[in-house]
């Protein structure tokens, strides 16, 4: 078995991986949004998102500023970030941009009111480290804001064992990755660490069921994504997980019991800076 090792993404970049990223933005875009919200995000302000990958918290973000606001994406990925121009110029949004840095040493020359990220904390190796150097980017009275998932808090009821095993070993993979797969979780104690004041935080996700629920998909095109990493680890191998019809044995298990799934649910945490 190969020994664990550190990677900041460990996902990967293939094609179906940036495919997955704007699936997840569906799942998860109303969520962020209302975080987003609730921490003050709004018209006319100037928005830096660390880890923005294809673009869609930087997309949402365009939304919530509008014209007389902007909004820059940073990632370390260029395949992910030609991408969100793409999608930024197929929905006509002309306030947001992209620029490509290792998210570890970002260093700009620019002032920003707010800084976001989603998803991002948990592949970094010191996040306080990482959330204090980009906080140095936010303007007194700035807003800071991020939003991360609690992998172990995924359930299934009555118990979908197809689903819940998928998970396990999706966990497991991003444990042996050197992940925090609990980052919501330690969002307080990352803010704090990082000099940020204490922050406002909240608890939110979704509870799916029935033949079209989204969280079918969600999980295998996951696994289809991590499947490099499992099989080098010895988690799990294409064979064994049967990828392209996972989904679909998924949904005919928890359809049959009449069941539910809870996907990861996402903690939002954020803060204003002082004066």
């Avoid at 975080?35 to 918290?57: E, Q, T, Y």
């Avoid at 991002?120 to 480290?129: E, S």
């Avoid at 118990?159 to 980052?183: I, L």
Wanted: overall charge negative.
């Amino acid at each position: 078995m190969t020994e664990p090792k550190r990677s900041e993404y460990v996902l990967g970049y293939q094609d179906n991986e940036l495919q997955r990223l704007m699936y997840q933005s569906r799942f998860l875009g109303e969520l962020t949004e209302d975080i987003f919200r609730k921490a003050g995000i709004g018209p006319g302000m100037r928005v830096l998102d660390v880890g923005c990958g294809v673009g869609d918290v930087s997309l949402l973000a365009a939304t919530l500023v509008g014209p007389s606001g902007s909004v820059l994406g940073v990632d370390r990925s260029a395949e992910a970030l030609a991408i969100a121009r793409k999608r930024a110029i197929s929905a006509s949004l002309t306030n947001v941009s992209f620029a490509q840095s290792e998210l570890d040493v970002l260093s700009l020359d620019l002032k920003f009111d707010a800084l976001v990220g989603r998803l991002v904390l948990l592949y970094m190796k010191d996040p306080a480290a990482c959330l204090r150097q980009w906080a140095n980017h936010v303007l007194p009275g700035g807003i800071v804001v991020f939003h991360e998932m609690v992998m172990t808090a995924v359930r299934s009821f009555p118990p979908s064992p197809t689903n819940d095993d998928a998970v396990k070993r999706v966990v497991e993979v991003f444990r042996r990755a050197g992940n925090e797969v609990d980052m919501g979780m330690r969002l307080y104690q990352t803010f704090v660490t990082g000099g940020l004041p204490a922050p406002q935080m909240m608890l939110g996700g979704r509870v799916e069921g029935g033949p079209d629920a989204l969280t079918y998909a969600y999980i295998a095109e996951s696994v289809r994504s991590l499947m490099p990493m499992m099989e080098e680890f010895g988690v799990w191998t294409a064979r064994e997980a049967e990828i392209d019809t996972l989904a679909i044995r998924i949904r005919d298990e928890v359809v049959a019991a009449g069941g539910v799934v809870i996907p990861p649910p996402m903690i939002g945490a954020w803060v204003r800076l002082p004066q």
